[in-house]
């Protein structure tokens, strides 16, 4: 059994578009012209984005930030998902799924990767949302505590 954890991508055209926002994949391999599988390696954390439509427009969207696990570990089962993943935050609709891309991009725009990130924001982010709440912005100084703390971790 693989220690990886491997996402399913799939577009076509104007249909189906699952890809990766940010994320530091160890593979990538591509089965045919719309589909491809990358994977993760334990720890490893990833943004998920869904989107699906029909002839009517918009059907589905959703993005899911996710830690890979080990091979063994426990984990919650995600669509696309193989074995899993540690669900750090779910959102689902495209109102909701474009506040959390702005998050990603205020992350970036102060020169930190969101691969980075604290997986406890995200989880704060998630809760803030569920709750219809704006989240705290991802300070230099929040990651830089994050850094810290995860040094004296065991």
């Not at 890809?19 to 391999?29: A, C, H, L, S």
């Not at 930190?112 to 219809?132: K, L, N």
């Amino acid at each position: 059994m693989s220690d990886l954890t491997h996402v399913e991508l799939l577009w076509l055209k104007n249909r189906i578009e699952n890809y990766i926002r940010f994320g530091k994949t160890v593979e990538n391999r591509i089965i045919d012209k719309s589909r491809r599988v990358v994977a993760f390696a334990p720890g490893g954390i990833f943004a998920f984005v869904r989107w699906t439509a029909n002839d009517f427009g918009t059907i589905a969207s959703r993005i899911d930030i996710l830690r890979a696990v080990g091979a063994g570990k426990r984990c919650s089962t995600v669509a696309y998902v193989r074995p899993g993943a540690d669900i750090l935050l779910t959102v689902v609709g495209w109102p909701n799924v474009e506040r959390v891309l702005q998050v990603i991009d205020a992350i970036e725009a102060i020169g930190i990767d969101p691969v980075d990130a604290s997986p406890e924001y995200w989880r704060h982010v998630h809760s803030r949302f569920s709750a219809r709440e704006n989240p705290r912005p991802y300070t230099r100084r929040r990651h830089e505590a994050w850094l810290l703390r995860r040094r004296i971790e065991p």
